[in-house]
């Protein structure tokens, strides 16, 4: 479960890409940056399942990943293209297909190899009609779904929606958002056999797992707060948007149909990293990044491509440390041992200082070693919250309830996963 959105900006050319990644709420993601390479001729590259031939150049990446996969959830590259991507739930045969690329291989594969938002969606669609998708995309449990993709650039972005082989396209038309559900009509992309007067989401939606998903519902959160010119602050606010109902009581109960979503419940996962991305014509790229789980109590740091310190890592290692560190920060929020309004106003401190520190930076010639110096002065701010902020005891969620059950069973994994924490 996930939510991504893209929004136009006309003066300067710009434009910003934002992605909350709904996953299992155990599973790491990793902040990671690939370097560009030069490969040998002949070679091919192991995705998540299965190996392809490689090109010849791939390009510099910023990854947000799962840490037992190849592919990413969400990333951009050095040239500007930054991609999201969505289950689905269609009438497909994926669930039962081999082991082929997954939803989250076609995105790394396309930033890899892709140098604007039109390019990666051509990238992708080759890539599936001839490989196809399928396998296991879940980290504790077996969970396999088609694919949504959102492609975006400094002029333009577009939708991809996919059925098993099946594709759909459309160039997005002003601000938009996807979740997990399809939503492109006739106006789509078609191959041969398509029936021209069909939509593609009707055709090809399955509508039980879609509506339970909460997608429209989500979806309607994220577009309702959608503005002609939005800041950085309106947007990372959008991804920790939680419907009325659960106000005050997000760590109290599961929140499926939350744009930042809360698990605990039968069904629904957790957000599990962030990103808020400006996509700035022939400027460099801000990245702001959770590096962490549960965006309405994480810290969005600016990074730049260059950056050499937290929250991006070379090294799969270090990123990991980093992520389950502060997933202890959580844990210890649910087990009711944090000031949770402390911990939200100083975050709130840090990051306006650092949004005002980025804005007067580009309201110049951006300088990169400013720019790398707040990225490094911000991660050290961040760390030395955490540090102040992390109790022990974060495995000791008290109650009976079926939420505090949850919670401690995921605890007690972790724990176990990590040697004792």
């Known amino acids: 479960m996930c939510d991504t959105f893209w929004v136009p900006v006309c003066e300067p050319i ?30 091919s590259v192991r995705c998540t399942y299965i190996a392809i031939p490689q090109v010849e150049y791939t390009r510099e990446m910023i990854l947000s990943k799962p840490s037992w996969m190849w592919g990413a959830e969400m990333g951009v590259n050095a040239d500007g293209v ?16 081999p082991p082929a690329l997954l939803g989250m291989d076609l995105l790394r594969l396309a930033l890899e190899r892709a140098s604007t938002a039109a390019d990666a969606i051509e990238v992708m669609i080759a890539l599936l009609e001839q490989y196809g998708q ?16 959102l492609a975006a650039d400094a002029d333009e972005a577009y939708i991809l929606e996919t059925s098993g082989k099946r594709w759909a396209v459309k160039r997005a038309e002003g601000a938009c958002a996807i979740s997990n ?13 398509f029936d021209e007067d069909a939509d593609f989401a009707q055709r090809f939606t399955e509508p039980v797992f879609s509506h339970f998903s909460r997608a429209k519902q989500r979806r309607c959160q994220v577009t309702e707060q959608l503005t002609a010119q939005p800041d950085a602050a309106q947007l990372m606010q959008i991804l920790r948007t939680h419907p009325p109902a659960l106000a005050g009581k997000e760590f109290t109960r599961a929140a499926v149909g939350s744009v930042c979503m809360h698990a605990g419940g039968v069904i629904g996962d957790h957000t599990t990293s962030s990103f808020v991305v400006a996509l700035r014509k022939n400027k460099p ?5 959770t590096g962490a789980s549960t965006p309405c109590i994480s810290a969005f740091k ?31 929020v649910i087990a009711g041992i944090v000031d949770i309004e402390a911990l939200r106003e100083q975050i709130h401190l840090l990051e306006q200082a650092w949004i005002q520190t980025e804005q007067f930076i580009f309201k110049q010639t951006p300088d990169e070693q400013k720019l790398q110096a707040l990225s490094a002065h911000a991660a050290k701010a961040e760390q030395a919250m955490i540090d102040a902020f992390l109790p022990d005891g974060w495995q000791n969620v008290k109650g009976r309830s079926s939420y505090a059950r949850y919670w401690r069973r995921k605890n007690a994994a972790l724990g176990a996963e990590r040697k004792g924490g």
């Open 285 to 289: 790229v801000t990245i702001w990044c």
């Open 302 to 332: 600016p990074v730049f491509f260059g950056s050499a310190s937290a929250p991006l890592f070379t090294e799969e290692a270090p990123a990991l440390d980093y992520w389950l560190q502060r997933e202890k920060l959580h844990r210890a």
């Open 14 to 43: 710009f434009t910003w890409f934002a992605k909350n990644s709904d996953r299992s709420p155990n599973e790491p993601q990793l902040l990671l940056r690939v370097p560009q390479r030069r490969h040998a001729p002949n070679t």
């Open 181 to 193: 559900r399809l939503t492109i009509a006739k106006e789509h992309t078609r191959r041969a056999g």
């Open 134 to 149: 399928g396998g296991n995309c879940g980290f504790d449990h077996d969970f396999r779904y088609d694919n949504s993709f």
């Open 82 to 97: 930054a991609i999201g991507n969505e289950a689905v739930f269609t009438k497909s045969k994926t669930k039962k297909a």
